[in-house]
């Protein structure tokens, strides 16, 4: 089994210059304030602030990340230099511990690949993508504690391991089925068992004192149990998050099947070559020469995209591979069945549409990359002589350290494309496309007219303009959204507009089509809009592009 020496560094010397390089070119660019960033900066704000999560706050994940963030607030500043900062530390912490778990099964060569695709593909991936500033902090944490626990127990640590599943879970309960890798990875019955047990009591009792005299009803509507009783508009997102939408599914399944074909076609092309094996030279050139031509003809997306969509079935593929040899009794296939396992269990959530450029996508398909590379760049090599099995394993994983150079461009495009800066007490950001202009507008007015704590309200979920200001909305719930809002939700909204009668809300123009055809004030938040129609008018009107904005000042 591969053992990590001084001449095998490069994969992370790799891993580093990547995060390094990438980080300065998308420096406070990561992420559109008209999205999930809004409430990774409010809730811990409010936290901090010694509101109660669910209680006085709503977020439906776990108490970790919220609170480990609101932590840096008390003790920083709640800034988006605090939070910058944090967000650095957590995405490195996690390219660190899924590239570490996977040093224990990969070559150099295939360490180096999954390396390569993790920080220089997904972990900067546009379009809300990024893992600094990702759509979810318990997301990413989930994912980092989760290899931590894998790394752990392949050391022999069981209870360590047991203690970094409890703080994925903690993140997000939706974790727990990666922690069945973690248990294989600890290498017994007995072992995986411990590690189990000590992660689900751990993150019970944690959970029972976080949940602790708040009702059932309000965990449901506001907190963590949402997903029990999941509204339409859910399950509209979540089947387009997963390529399950009638509107998408073909083209997810051809560029799941292209993907597939093009990576692992190289892999058999490449040991083929090197070991030369006329026959499976052939069937690798060919499914090859299939992906590469479905994904420019059919697809008509860039090679990298391609190969991206491709990473569920190869994990599936590897866990099965895996499973077989494991089953023929070899001992070195025990890890790479278990880092599919974990993979697999966030991979699942958009196995259809594993798009780079997709919010959601880099976070869930990061994690295949250990097994992945070990089906691409360990196995399949094994077919040649064992004397050139290094060097077929450089040459079927060439196109994962390619993956980077190829993908700069679209990073460079997206991230140093022009923008506005938009600046408050808090720090300045400079969000992507026309909301720069239209939020240094609306920050200028309100700077100018003088806000306070709890005195603005930013709808729909446009809340980082609230954080940018260094004040806190009065709404228990920020996200005022298609299936956020139900009517007890909807209801509860208005009473705390009645009660805070906050000075101002800014209105700003939010399509939510990923939830389906539905209109604010008609299909949702009927309420609030009834509020904002009988107590407010119009103070200032604002434009950039196609995006609007609305300052209504009250009555």
């Not at 209870?159 to 939706?174: I, N, S, V």
């Not at 708040?214 to 997102?237: C, K, N, T």
């Not at 479905?294 to 994990?315: F, I, Q």
């Not at 002589?385 to 450089?394: M, T």
Request: aromatic letters at 8%.
């Amino acid at each position: 089994m591969p053992v990590p020496t001084r001449a095998r560094r490069g994969d992370l010397v790799l891993a580093a210059s990547l995060f390094a390089g990438l980080a300065a070119l998308s420096w406070l660019r990561w992420a559109s304030f008209q999205g999930d960033l809004s409430r990774e900066w409010t809730v811990p704000m409010r936290l901090a602030a010694g509101e109660r999560l669910w209680k006085d706050v709503g977020y439906y994940y776990g108490p970790l990340a919220p609170y480990a963030v609101a932590g840096a607030f008390r003790a920083f500043g709640a800034t988006v230099a605090t939070y910058a900062g944090l967000g650095l530390l957590a995405a490195a912490g996690t390219m660190a511990a899924l590239l570490l778990a996977g040093r224990r099964f990969l070559t150099p060569a295939a360490s180096a690949g999954a390396a390569a695709v993790a920080v220089g593909v997904l972990a900067f991936a546009p379009e809300n993508g990024a893992f600094v500033a990702p759509y979810a902090m318990a997301a990413l944490l989930a994912i980092g504690f989760a290899w931590s626990a894998f790394l752990l127990a392949s050391s022999g640590r069981v209870a360590l391991a047991g203690l970094a599943g409890a703080l994925a879970l903690l993140a997000k309960p939706e974790a727990a089925p990666a922690l069945l890798g973690a248990a294989i990875a600890a290498g017994s019955w007995r072992a995986g068992a411990r590690l189990l047990a000590t992660a689900g009591l751990a993150a019970a009792a944690v959970y029972a004192v976080a949940m602790a005299g708040i009702p059932f009803g309000d965990l449901v509507s506001y907190g963590p149990l949402r997903h029990f009783a999941m509204p339409p508009e859910f399950r509209e997102l979540y089947l387009r998050v997963s390529g399950l939408h009638p509107a998408l599914l073909l083209r997810g399944i051809g560029g799941l099947a292209a993907g597939a074909a093009l990576l692992a076609g190289w892999s058999l092309l490449a040991t083929g070559l090197v070991s030369r094996r006329a026959r499976l030279s052939a069937s690798g050139g060919a499914l090859f020469a299939a992906g590469l031509l479905a994904s420019a003809l059919v697809l008509g997306e860039p090679v990298v995209t391609t190969g991206v969509r491709g990473l569920p079935l190869l994990l599936a593929a590897a866990g099965l591979v895996a499973f077989v040899d494991l089953r023929r009794g070899d001992p070195s296939a025990r890890l790479p069945l278990a880092a599919a396992l974990l993979g697999l269990a966030f991979a699942w959530r958009t196995a259809l549409w594993t798009v780079p450029a997709f919010p959601y996508a880099p976070l869930a398909a990061v994690s295949a990359l250990p097994a992945v590379a070990w089906l691409l760049g360990v196995r399949v090599p094994r077919a040649a002589p064992e004397a050139i099995r290094p060097r077929a394993s450089i040459l079927a994983a060439a196109p994962l350290l390619l993956a980077p150079i190829l993908f700069l461009p679209r990073l460079v495009l997206f991230y140093r494309a022009p923008r506005t800066e938009v600046a408050g007490p808090a720090g300045r950001w400079l969000p992507p496309g026309d909301e720069g202009e239209l939020f240094s507008k609306v920050a200028a007015h309100l700077l100018k007219a003088g806000v306070k704590d709890r005195d603005l309200v930013v709808l729909p979920e446009a809340g980082a303009l609230g954080f940018l200001l260094g004040v806190r909305s009065p709404l228990r719930f920020e996200q005022v959204l298609p299936g956020h809002v139900d009517a007890r939700v909807d209801r509860d909204l208005a009473g705390d507009l009645d009660r805070a009668r906050p000075t101002r809300v800014v209105f700003v123009s939010r399509p939510t089509p990923e939830y389906g055809p539905v209109v604010f004030g008609r299909d949702y938040a009927v309420e609030v809009a009834a509020r904002l129609a009988r107590d407010y008018v119009v103070e200032e009107r604002f434009a950039a592009g196609e995006m609007t904005a609305v300052v209504l000042r009250r009555r």
